[in-house]
């Protein structure tokens, strides 16, 4: 049996709840970046984000609250979207805990990261193996979803590069990302769309190769 059969994507009113919940999200810092816009615009390609408006958590509660998979999904894209300009505010974070007490969520992990930072912990090895296994259960089970993984998360790097004189290769730069200490669930995340959307879509999935 197909993933599909098993998962039916997100309703019309499910989809719409989503995307909301994470134009909320972008604008909570009052800097809706570009790269923000494109990213949710992703999500919906039928509707331009001016004719969205923001959601109250109660309201995502009604529409998620009896579904805990979908609701943790929705909270791990949430974090996603606050992570994506590179500044997880505590704007953000206050709206993501708004979200986590309205769906019945119990999501510690940026507030514990959050509390070590502050008490000087900020290089301890293991920091972000939390976030890194939270990540890692991220199901796809919706096709505008695995778009939006698919572009938020870069198919390579543009930095990474060889350093050649005389036509010999003197040193090779790695890419930012591969130092990147949450490249290995960016790479999987992307990779499980890409597959959800060639295998359980059908889609052609070589413009985000």
Partial sequence: MLMSNLYPELSETQQSAWLRGLLTIALADN??????????????SDRQISDLKP???????????????????????????ALVDGDYSDTEHKLIQEFCTALNQEV???????????????QHPDLLEPIKNWLDH??????????????AIPAQC??????????????????????NPLYD???GLRFRSLTYLADECGEDISEYC
């Fill in 108 to 122: 510690n992990i940026m507030s514990d990261l959050r509390n070590q930072i502050t008490n000087g912990h900020g």
């Fill in 55 to 81: 959601i109250q958590p109660k309201e995502i509660a009604s529409v998620f609250g009896d579904n805990t998979e979908l609701a943790q999904n929705f909270l791990r894209t949430a974090v996603m979207v």
């Fill in 138 to 151: 991220l199901s796809i089970h919706d096709s505008k979803v695995a778009r939006f993984l698919c572009k």
């Fill in 158 to 179: 543009p930095f990474e590069r060889d350093v050649s004189l005389f036509g010999h290769k003197i040193i090779h730069i790695p890419a930012m990302c591969k130092i």
């Fill in 185 to 187: 669930q960016l790479v």
């Fill in 31 to 44: 800097e809706f970046s570009q790269q923000e816009q494109n990213l949710i615009q992703e999500l919906r």
